[in-house]
């Protein structure tokens, strides 16, 4: 009984163990799931960003434009702020690319672009406040204004292309975190499954083990009880006859001693004659029969 609880305890121990496992296993594809997701939310808010410094760039040349022709305040403080709000985003994509060089080196490459459309607008939306409207000036400075505005486009969508591949690639990562994550959930599903019908069959087995062993003390019980009985009905004083021998039972009946043994106990009689009676009832073969008595009792020694 020892060594099967010993053996249960050290099966639950080893399912313990694998559950350790399975978790930490777990554990570690979640931390990779979240890490996946955080990346890939990362790579949308920098495509997020890219599109935002393109609307302001935009915003800068369409504020120089419609300075140029109707002259309105209002546009200057709106050209300053779009200029202002794309240098914040430039700076903004240049902490959020770190982990990108390649990203960097075309933001590198569309900053200066940036910077020089902003320049050319601001000194011409200057001059167009000094001087009023110059045909040959602003024709000047809307072709700069348009090739710096195209040379800017090509560079933005060069970085956002490196940043789309780099959304891809952790988006991947992302779905295959996902169904390792899945396939560990499921297999700890089973597992847990496994360890409650194993469970389940060693306590029905110790239940069955536990109700084999109290039977056979009950049957021990019963047979010291019975034997105990028997003793006790032999430990009794028995009335017994003074001239043949017979014994009087609880009953009053008289029995031979045999009878009433054998009747009282799992004892069973062979005859024999002793040696005082064999020379009271044969005195002429007495001396025969205990020389073959003697050669009988010691050949079934040397048999032992």
């Known amino acids: 009984m020892r060594i099967r609880k010993n053996k249960t305890k050290l099966l639950f121990g080893l399912i313990l163990a694998a559950f350790g496992v399975l978790a930490w296993l777990a554990f570690v594809e979640d931390r990779n799931l979240v890490e996946s ?17 393109r609307e302001y760039v935009r915003d800068v040349g369409v504020t120089r434009s419609s300075y140029a022709i109707n002259g309105d305040a209002a546009l200057l403080i709106r050209f300053e702020k779009a200029a202002r709000d794309a240098q914040e985003h430039i700076a903004e994509l240049e902490r959020l690319t770190r982990d990108n060089p390649a990203a960097q080196e075309k933001l590198r490459t569309a900053e200066p672009l940036i910077q020089s459309r902003i320049r050319v607008a601001r000194e011409s939306m200057e001059l167009r406040k000094k001087n009023g409207m110059e045909e040959s000036s602003e024709s000047r400075y809307r072709e700069q204004s348009l090739l710096l505005g195209d040379k800017i486009n090509d560079a933005l969508h060069q970085f956002e292309e490196i940043e789309r591949q780099l959304r891809d690639q952790r988006v991947a990562e992302a779905s295959r975190s996902m169904h390792s994550t899945n396939r560990m959930d499921l297999a700890i599903v089973l597992a847990t499954f496994t360890a409650l019908l194993l469970a389940l ?9 536990r109700r084999r062993a ?52 799992d004892t069973e009689f062979t005859h024999g004659i002793c040696p005082d009676c064999v020379r009271t009832l044969y005195p002429e073969m007495a001396d025969t029969i205990e020389e073959r008595l003697k050669k009988s009792k010691d050949k079934e020694g040397q048999k032992v």
């Open 37 to 53: 997701a955080r990346w890939v939310e990362h790579s949308h808010a920098v495509l997020e960003q890219s599109a935002g410094l």
């Open 201 to 209: 069959w060693l306590q029905s087995r110790e239940e069955a083990a």
């Open 214 to 265: 109290q039977e056979e003390r009950e049957k021990v019980v019963q047979e010291l009880s019975a034997a105990l009985a028997n003793v006790k009905t032999l430990s009794a004083m028995l009335p017994i006859c003074s001239s043949c021998r017979k014994i009087r039972d609880d009953e009053g009946y008289w029995s031979q001693i045999e009878e009433y043994v054998r009747k009282h106990t």
